[in-house]
């Protein structure tokens, strides 16, 4: 009974968050830039002068990553991708082409509903709230369970920000009683129209097959190969960099190592110089219970943890030093834990002939799990980047810079975002890293340029020439005809 009221309650603030969030929108909608521009710079700055108590309220409540990480999280969602938006035009005229006669104008899509993970809880909240504002939505957030606390926080601060900025109120709503069924009422309502949904698998899939049009991303798997032209101790510390961040939470982190049998002693070599610690053949298989659970999904005992805790979950004895866990792998599949997504401290480690064969491997690990998503080369051979270019099933692939960073946008020169298009191949409707522009419609106001005359004279000429080729030269009678007709036509 106490659950059924749980999820009647549920229900009813969604229904009431959405009512609000329509009427906040319905004036966004009338604001200039200038007035948009000023909300989202309040949000911004309250992100970034919050960014370390809501980075400790997360890691607390939740367990996963590094506190320390998730400040550095919250300052990229806050301030990054507020210098990468706050000069783009999203209201009014956007473009104007004289010389086709095309206008194109922004048209906010709405009300935005906005699925929200435990594994990146503020940075995600800050920074879908920024994208939707600046493209005249409002948004409400459907927080995960076990992180609520830390998200309703981030709420507050962001939405008492914006209204002190002009922002209407309802425009940033969030779920007090989150529940599977008060999330399904936000994705499926009539007044949404737009889910941003990042999570695991499942919830992708609802979001999908919600009927609401929907911007979804499933698992990362990226593998990075480290190609034997390639400086290998830099390419060794962006990986360990790049997986040791935030406990390896975001899903553009690095899953596995590729390497040519050609420098794989000096990959590994590096690899234990720089603090990793390779599993023997029976502690990797004591580690590979915990990953997966029986279902086939990641197990969230090791999701976000350290490399010590991870080893007392498995029973294993490593050394306190050790900050990355890897195993030496021969296999893909849904049942081989290692060549699987693991949001830990933890990689496979493959070691093939040639650069074609690893080419050929990273495609297998992707096709398994991941496709669509990023992957990384660590090259200095632009001939083989091109070739990975053209093959590899990503919407990113990444060079010479880590997997967690260059993913998102902050050592890379993409579009900075928390939540990075698969493309269809991965099953989402972008390839995309979600920005403001993927949050608006685009009305175009075309001018008439030619009349349906125009389009016939066109035609003509051709017709006829046709007719006059399949003519035979002893039609004498009719050809004449013809000649005359256009003679005619031209006078």
Not at 129 to 155: C, D, M, Q, Y
Not at 291 to 310: D, F, Y
């Amino acid at each position: 009974m106490e659950t059924l009221d749980k999820d009647l309650r549920s229900i009813q603030e969604v229904r009431d968050l959405i009512k609000k969030a329509k009427e906040a929108q319905a004036k966004l909608a009338v604001m200039t830039q200038e007035q948009i521009n000023a909300i989202v710079k309040a949000v911004a700055d309250a992100g970034y002068k919050h960014r370390e108590k809501l980075a400790k309220m997360a890691n607390e409540e939740t367990g996963f990553g590094r506190w320390q990480d998730k400040i550095i999280k919250n300052s990229f969602a806050s301030k990054h991708v507020y210098a990468s938006i706050k000069d783009m035009k999203t209201v009014g005229v956007l473009k104007d082409d004289k010389a086709h006669k095309v206008m194109e104008v922004a048209v906010p899509v709405g009300v935005i509903a906005g699925l929200i993970p435990s594994t990146n809880p503020t940075s995600t909240v800050i920074y879908k709230a920024l994208i939707a504002l600046k493209a005249g939505n409002s948004i409400v957030f459907s927080p995960h369970p076990n992180a609520l606390k830390s998200i309703l926080e981030t709420v507050k601060v962001i939405s008492e920000a914006a209204v002190e900025a002009g922002c209407p109120e309802g425009a940033i709503g969030v779920m007090t009683v989150p529940t599977i069924q008060g999330t399904d009422q936000l994705m499926k309502h009539k007044d949404v129209a737009l889910i941003l949904a990042t999570g695991g698998t499942a919830m992708v899939k609802a979001a999908y097959s919600s009927g609401t049009p929907a911007i979804g991303v499933g698992p990362g798997n990226g593998p990075a190969f480290i190609e034997k032209s390639a400086n290998i101790p830099l390419a060794v510390k962006r990986i360990m960099d790049s997986k040791t961040f935030d406990n390896g939470t975001i899903c553009a982190s690095e899953q596995s190592v590729v390497v040519e049998a050609c420098s794989k002693d000096a990959v590994i070599a590096e690899f234990k110089k720089q603090g990793a610690y390779f599993l023997s053949k029976e502690e990797a298989a004591q580690l590979g219970k915990f990953i997966m659970r029986a279902n086939g999904t990641m197990n969230p005992q090791i999701v976000g943890r350290s490399v010590e805790h991870i080893a007392k979950l498995a029973n294993l004895s490593i050394p306190a030093d050790a900050r990355v866990l890897i195993a030496e792998e021969t296999q893909v599949g849904p049942k081989v834990p290692y060549s699987r997504e693991k949001l830990a401290p933890i990689l496979a480690f493959y070691t093939e002939d040639s650069w074609e064969a690893a080419c050929e491997r990273c495609i297998e690990i992707l096709h398994g799990e991941g496709a669509g998503h990023t992957m990384v080369i660590h090259s200095e051979n632009e001939e083989i980047i091109r070739e990975f270019a053209l093959k590899k099933p990503v919407s990113r692939l990444l060079v010479n810079t880590p997997g967690t960073l260059g993913g998102i946008g902050a050592t890379t020169a993409i579009a900075p975002a928390l939540t990075l298009g698969c493309g269809a191949v991965g099953g989402s409707s972008t390839s995309d890293n979600i920005s403001p522009l993927n949050l608006l419609n685009i009305r175009r106001v075309a001018y008439g340029l030619r009349e349906m005359e125009d389009l016939m004279e066109q035609e003509q000429p051709v017709a006829q020439q046709d007719k006059l080729a399949s003519l035979n030269l002893g039609d004498k009678e009719e050809l004449i005809g013809m000649i005359v007709a256009r003679i005619l036509e031209k006078l």
